[in-house]
């Protein structure tokens, strides 16, 4: 589903380049759910942003659901990446990154309306996003009338609406107090398997990293361990999968 191959980003030059990712190459199968785990700074967001068009590589291959997204004599304009980040990926950030103004539903229902889904279509898909995140009595509360957790929610249902292939989340539960961020992921986990949706989740949490399938570690911009080629990962496969969704 994932493919990542010799990815290079650099920022700035000389002295003060700083090597953010660094020959990174690995693939995710599709339905897995991936956690990149390493210390601050050592390349998560980057490596997430490379992945989901939001920045180009230096060199390297990406390739997602059989496109090509990046690599030699592939060089996507602004209009065309934004059209496949659209059709291809949801994306979760730590400050939740909603519209104040809007409701949850009217937030839910963003990236159908882009897409111009009819309306009667995009009621019913919001409203089942929004049961599914265990929101259903919200639809019509503003970001500012709800929690960090309960926001958190609302962005992981706009992230579906659009039924992407990959579910990009950058640490997710960062913003969050533990008990929250905890029902956060396993919501995550379970909403991945329900919607059959392939995940990278940049982590710090040891919680996320027992729900997943498989943990990449990387640092200093380097893939330094993953669990699936220790041949350790599988265990971890569909650990919380059949996780109970919210009433
Ligand atoms: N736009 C940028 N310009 C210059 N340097 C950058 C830029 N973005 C990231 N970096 C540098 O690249 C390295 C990797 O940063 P990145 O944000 O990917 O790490 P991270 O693992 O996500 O960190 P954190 O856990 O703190 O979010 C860091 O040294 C950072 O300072």
């Known amino acids: 589903m994932i493919e990542v191959e010799g990815l290079r980003r650099t920022f700035g030059a000389g002295e003060n380049a700083v090597h953010a990712?660094?020959?990174?190459?690995?693939?995710?199968?599709?339905?897995?759910l991936c956690a990149v785990v390493g210390r601050s700074g050592s390349g998560k967001t980057t490596l997430l942003n490379l992945i989901g068009g939001l920045d180009k590589p230096d060199a390297g291959r990406i390739a997602v659901n059989g496109k090509q997204l990046a690599g030699p004599g592939r060089n996507l304009g602004e209009k065309e990446l934004a059209a496949l980040r659209r059709d291809l990926f949801g994306f979760v950030f730590q400050s939740f990154a909603l519209i104040p103004i809007l409701s949850a539903a009217e937030n839910v229902g963003i990236p159908l309306r882009l897409r111009r889904?009819?309306?009667?279509?995009?009621?019913?898909?919001?409203?089942?996003?929004?049961?599914?995140?265990?929101?259903?009595g919200h639809t019509k509360q503003r970001p500012g009338e709800m929690s960090g957790g309960q926001q958190q929610r609302v962005a992981l249902a706009r992230a579906l609406a659009n039924s992407p292939r990959v579910l990009i989340a950058d640490e997710p539960t960062g913003q969050l107090d533990s008990e929250t961020g905890r029902a956060v992921m396993r919501l995550l986990r379970a909403v991945?398997?329900?919607?059959?949706?392939?995940?990278?989740?940049?982590?710090?949490?040891?919680l996320m990293m027992e729900l997943a399938d498989r943990v990449i570690t990387v640092g200093d911009g380097r893939l330094l361990a993953?669990?699936?080629?220790?041949?350790?990962?599988?265990?971890?496969?569909?650990?919380?999968?059949?996780?109970e969704l919210p009433a």
């Open 117 to 136: 889904t009819p309306v009667a279509e995009r009621e019913e898909r919001v409203e089942l996003l929004l049961n599914m995140v265990g929101l259903g």
């Open 226 to 243: 993953d669990s699936d080629a220790e041949g350790a990962g599988v265990g971890g496969a569909g650990v919380g999968a059949s996780a």
């Open 21 to 32: 990712v660094e020959d990174v190459s690995f693939t995710v199968p599709e339905g897995q």
């Open 192 to 206: 991945v398997a329900a919607e059959n949706v392939t995940a990278l989740v940049a982590t710090h949490d040891p």
